[in-house]
């Protein structure tokens, strides 16, 4: 089973930045496709940012388009999630996801998603 890991998260004030990492297991993490995801108290687990396994396509939710950016290294096993000009409905727990299928059909769905991390919190204060 694939590993995830998030770190990163943290309190911050409104208008700031943080930056999320997710730290994968194994040796094929270049195979997947990596999203991030977040759920905020009470609330269902949405769609943040997905990027393709070579990091060429990136995928936004509205919510985040332009204030958030997705990258990854594949040397390092790793995904990242630049959050700039945060938002106090940003807050959530975080959580990084990787997919094993090809194609982007279910990219913003919890179901186009094989592996989950732990979650990290974010929280953003006004």
């Known amino acids: 089973q694939v590993q995830l890991v998030e770190s990163g998260g943290g309190l911050v004030q409104a208008g700031g930045s943080l930056r999320l990492s997710c730290a994968a297991s194994g040796r094929t993490f270049s195979t997947y496709a990596m999203g991030w995801f977040r759920q905020a108290p009470g609330k269902e687990r949405d769609f943040v940012a997905r990027i393709s396994r070579s990091g060429g396509t990136t995928y936004y939710a509205d919510s985040v388009k332009g204030r958030f950016t997705i990258s990854r290294d594949n040397a390092k096993n790793t995904v990242y999630l630049q959050m700039s000009s945060l938002k106090p409905e940003d807050t959530a727990v975080y959580y990084c996801?990787?997919?094993?299928?090809?194609?982007?059909?279910?990219?913003?769905?919890?179901?186009?998603?094989?592996?989950w991390g732990q979650g990290t919190q974010v929280t953003v204060s006004s």
């Open positions: 996801a990787a997919s094993i299928y090809y194609g982007d059909r279910y990219y913003n769905s919890e179901r186009g998603y094989n592996y």
